[in-house]
T-cell receptor, first 118, second 113 residues
Framework: DVKVTQSSRYLVKRTGEKVFLECVQD?????MFWYRQDPGLGLRLIYF???????EKGDIPEGYSVSREKKERFSLILESASTNQTSMYLC?????????????????FGDGTRLSIL | AQSVAQPEDQVNVAEGNPLTVKCTYS??????LFWYVQYPNRGLQFLLK??????LVKGSYGFEAEFNKSQTSFHLKKPSALVSDSALYFC???????????FGTGTRLQVFP
């Protein structure tokens, strides 16, 4: 079974802090994703990466950055945390499908990090 | 623009009865469609997908979904609901322009004993 592990289930930080959320997958997936989940808004893509050291902006990248130095690890960074970044953060990974298309393959999710910014 | 809609915030059904969770989509070209389930305090789990082929797709835990091109729908179904099916269900569609997944806002399924 695919295992996507997020380093923290719950995290409480203060406004202005630099926050690191870590994600590791064990299935040699090329693609990794960071989403945030908010009630009534579903999942929104923050950043994704289709290879080591590669990154692409998602729909809501402002206030975030990412790092992918190794294939199995994808980090989300909140440069200066703000209260509106309080949310559930979900990491996911997937294989690249046929025709080099990312999204005809299912994504495998971690259990999420519930982040509170005070 | 590509989009997906889940018109019901919550669906209630009695255990043993059939269930349907609705999803409609708007994409150009042939859609790639997915259903995911989220149990409390967990991440999303993949249930099933439609890429091409048979309109009726079978997935995990006895779920199936029917792709209807004329109605642009991809409703999730199960013949006999279990209390353990109570969870949050997300429909998703591939954005043809960006190749990213677009998720619906989710439907909470409550199955009562």
């Amino acid at each position: 079974d695919v295992k996507v592990t997020q380093s923290s289930r719950y995290l409480v930080k203060r406004t202005g802090e630099k926050v690191f959320l870590e994600c590791v997958q064990d299935m040699d997936h090329e693609n990794m994703f960071w989403y945030r989940q908010d009630p009534g808004l579903g999942l929104r893509l923050i950043y994704f990466s289709y290879d080591v050291k590669m990154k692409e902006k998602g729909d809501i990248p402002e206030g975030y950055s990412v790092s992918r130095e190794k294939k199995e690890r994808f980090s989300l960074i909140l440069e200066s945390a703000s209260t509106n970044q309080t949310s559930m953060y979900l990491c996911a990974s997937s294989f690249t499908g046929d025709l080099l298309r990312i999204s005809n393959q299912p994504q495998h999710f971690g259990d999420g990090t519930r982040l509170s910014i005070l | 623009a590509q989009s997906v809609a889940q018109p019901e915030d919550q669906v209630n059904v009695a255990e043993g009865n059939p269930l349907t969770v609705k999803c409609t989509y708007s994409v150009s070209g042939n859609p790639y469609l997915f259903w995911y389930v989220q149990y409390p305090n967990r991440g999303l789990q993949f249930l099933l997908k439609y890429i091409t082929g048979d309109n009726l797709v079978k997935g995990s835990y006895g779920f199936e979904a029917e792709f209807n091109k004329s109605q642009t729908s991809f409703h999730l179904k199960k013949p006999s609901a279990l209390v353990s099916d109570s969870a949050l269900y997300f429909c998703a569609v591939r954005d043809r322009d960006t190749d990213k997944l677009i998720f619906g806002t989710g439907t909470r399924l409550q199955v009562f004993p």
